[in-house]
T-cell receptor, first 115, second 114 residues
Framework: EADIYQTPRYLVIGTGKKITLECSQTMGHDKMYWYQQDPGMELHLIHYSYGVNSTEKGDLSSESTVSRIRTEHFPLTLESARPSHTSQYLC??????????????FGSGTRLTVV | AQSVTQLDSQVPVFEEAPVELRCNYSSSVSVYLFWYVQYPNQGLQLLLKYLSGSTLVKGINGFEAEFNKSQTSFHLRKPSVHISDTAEYFCAVTDTGTASKLTFGTGTRLQVTL
């Protein structure tokens, strides 16, 4: 049973709209991550956070932004959606120092389509 | 920085046959290695991991993987697959220093048929 929740699961939205993808976890994990996944391609880290008020950009440049005001919540925002943002977005979390012991816990993802 | 290469994008196999999914990595430092599975319309689930010690690691659902440092490989194997093993499989690596951010391969689609 998933302890990390992403909403919505699917989203179709018009170009230029502002959207926020929600990610919440109930495990009290300090570390959280956003990955972008395109079909047939690897997962690319776009944002991560090591705790409240801590956010960093990942390896893949992204026009999205994130915030971490509460430990359990790590939303991702696109101010003006474009068709190039069409992708699947996966949120994950891990305990500090335990990423290697337990691995990441992933949410079910949000599949975003911008038309 | 690390990188991961999954040599096969798709692997078709009949049920009850053995399977090997290949993974090679590149890194200038020591690494931890992982295999994840993604079922349709779901997130990723950890199958197994190599941190240290025995180079043969066993995971869930009957999967195992062998770490080969000289060949920089971490191939995933199962002696007898089931229809329910049909999924996308991702190999991932992180360096032992930061042990935090994972770098993933492009994935291998395992398609099991009768």
């Amino acid at each position: 049973e998933a302890d990390i929740y992403q909403t919505p699961r699917y989203l179709v939205i018009g170009t230029g709209k502002k959207i926020t993808l929600e990610c919440s976890q109930t495990m009290g994990h300090d570390k959280m991550y956003w990955y972008q996944q395109d079909p047939g391609m690897e997962l690319h880290l776009i944002h991560y956070s090591y705790g409240v008020n801590s956010t960093e950009k990942g390896d893949l440049s992204s026009e999205s932004t994130v915030s971490r005001i509460r430990t359990e919540h790590f939303p991702l925002t696109l101010e003006s959606a474009r068709p190039s943002h069409t992708s699947q977005y996966l949120c994950a979390s891990s305990e500090p120092g335990q990423a290697t012991n337990y691995g990441y816990t992933f949410g079910s993802g949000t599949r975003l389509t911008v038309v | 920085a690390q990188s991961v290469t999954q040599l096969d994008s798709q692997v078709p196999v009949f049920e009850e046959a053995p399977v090997e999914l290949r993974c090679n990595y590149s890194s200038s430092v020591s690494v931890y290695l992982f295999w994840y599975v993604q079922y349709p319309n779901q997130g990723l689930q950890l199958l197994l991991k190599y941190l240290s010690g025995s180079t043969l690691v066993k995971g869930i659902n009957g999967f195992e993987a062998e770490f080969n440092k000289s060949q920089t490989s971490f191939h995933l194997r199962k002696p007898s697959v089931h229809i329910s093993d049909t999924a996308e499989y991702f190999c991932a690596v992180t360096d032992t220093g930061t042990a935090s951010k994972l770098t993933f391969g492009t994935g291998t689609r395992l398609q099991v048929t009768l």
